[in-house]
DNA sequence: AGTAGGATAATCT
DNA sequence: GATTATCCTACTG
């Protein structure tokens, strides 16, 4: 049967194709994602926008092989790899050819736990705490099993490999905080980092970097 | 508790 | 050839 996409029949997930990528971010949290084995409830997210305004987009500079599904329709996952050993992921949301997503940072486990726990293990075979589990976004997208196979994925549809569900508690909007955005060269003043206020698994802010002057 | 340095490769200029 | 929406380990105090 046909896939019940953004909008329309599916009313419980219209706002991630509204044109505001930051009620969207805001509206993630709490929200579980489920992969593999894992779920998580998200408890950090990043609002990116696309093409023009935000430098710190992938999209910002237009469409390229590796932004291609962030044109796409919302509800579909993005992920990209990066330095030189990491997946992260994101929501695109938005209307087509908006090219906003958002980047999921942190979580907490809240099931398959022991899983997350095997995926978390460090070549030197240090296993994470469960606070740590999935405070961070390549650490969420590891403990998740997540990586480029998955680029794509049709988040909405039950059938999927990478799920999204709705919040399962309520998520008060005074319990939402923000911020600048972690590590991002371009745009760090604007302040589209969103938390889930007193969370455990909220990854701790780290300024960014100096480049050079 | 806080920070410095290394790992490691796709992507884009 | 430079940059990167990061994580881990080891060090200092």
New binding site residues.
């Given amino acids: 049967m046909a896939v019940s996409k953004v909008g329309r029949s599916n009313d419980k997930w219209r706002f991630l194709s509204g044109t505001d990528v930051e009620s969207a971010a805001r509206s993630l949290l709490g929200c579980r994602v489920s992969a593999y084995g894992v779920t998580v409830r998200l408890t950090e997210v990043?609002a990116?926008s696309g093409v023009g305004d935000d430098p710190?987009?992938?999209?910002h500079?237009g469409r390229?092989?590796?932004?291609t599904v962030?044109f796409g329709p919302a509800g579909v996952l993005?992920v990209?790899?990066?330095?030189?050993?990491?997946w992260?992921m994101?929501v695109v949301t938005g209307p087509v050819g908006r090219a906003s997503?958002v980047?999921l940072?942190a979580g907490e486990v809240v099931d398959g736990i022991d899983t997350a726990r095997a995926r978390?293990t460090?070549?030197?075979g240090?296993v994470?705490t469960d606070r740590?589990l999935a405070?961070?976004?390549?650490?969420?997208t590891?403990a998740l099993g997540v990586t480029g196979v998955d680029y794509g994925a049709e988040l909405l549809d039950a059938s999927s490999a990478v799920t999204l569900l709705p919040r399962v508690e309520a998520v008060p909007d005074s319990s939402i905080r923000n911020g600048p955005?972690?590590?991002?060269?371009?745009g760090a003043d604007i302040p589209w980092r969103y938390w889930i206020d007193g969370e455990r698994s909220v990854?701790p802010y780290r300024p960014r970097?100096l480049?050079?002057q």
């Fill in positions: 990043e990116y710190a987009s992938h999209a500079r390229t092989p590796r932004n962030m993005y990209y790899f990066t330095y030189g050993m990491h992260c994101n997503a980047l940072r978390r460090s070549r030197a240090v994470s740590d405070r961070g976004p390549a650490r969420l590891m955005r972690v590590g991002v060269a371009g990854s970097v480049r050079k």
